[in-house]
């Protein structure tokens, strides 16, 4: 199945068609729904990544952020 040159790169019809699919499917999504699908997502990805508090982070809280 031989593809076209697009912006140098070679694209096979049937990704073509799975693009315009997805794209039609996420237009029937209505828009707060979708928003909100979105932001689970990320909260889950970043949920994964390694978070280390700074050294200082307690004093702070407990100073209310205040900086002497």
């Known amino acids: 199945m031989s593809g076209f040159s697009v912006l140098g790169m070679t694209v096979q ?3 073509v068609s799975l693009f315009i699919l997805a794209f039609i499917i996420g237009l029937c999504v209505p ?3 979708g928003v909100e699908r979105l932001r ?3 909260r889950a990805a970043l ?3 390694p978070y ?3 050294a200082n982070a307690d ?3 407990h ?3 205040r900086q002497q």
Do not use: D, H, S
């Open 13 to 15: 019809p049937a990704m």
């Open 31 to 33: 828009f707060k729904y």
């Open 40 to 42: 689970g997502f990320g």
């Open 47 to 49: 949920a994964k990544l």
């Open 52 to 54: 280390k508090p700074a």
């Open 59 to 61: 004093r702070e809280l």
């Open 63 to 65: 100073e209310g952020g």
